[in-house]
């Protein structure tokens, strides 16, 4: 890139300089806020599974749910996995930039 009419040399490297940490910001935020992601979505599935099968246990034993126990007890748990997992604190814009878990200061 030539500079413009009356621009030294080190402000047009200076300004591409800023221009790429700009960039690479930008992407490192992207990446940041996709972090957990693919954990939640995992523990949603597991969770709709294991409701589905306690729900298709009571369908089939509706005068005996105790046969189901084992499964509610596994319903509960994924419950709760699914429900710590959108919970979970961890990188977000926030703590990127000040370098600690987000919601640690909290």
Known sequence: MLPRKGT???KVGRDMKHGLVAILA???LASAGG???GAKVKAREDMENSKAAYEKCLRQYPDDPSRC???KKAFEADWEAYRQAGTAT???VTGFFEFGL???GK
Do not use: R, V
């Open 8 to 10: 030294s040399h080190s």
């Open 26 to 28: 930008i992407i490192a």
């Open 35 to 37: 972090c957990g992601t």
């Open 69 to 71: 126990e084992a499964l």
């Open 90 to 92: 961890g990188p977000t």
């Open 102 to 104: 987000g919601g640690a």
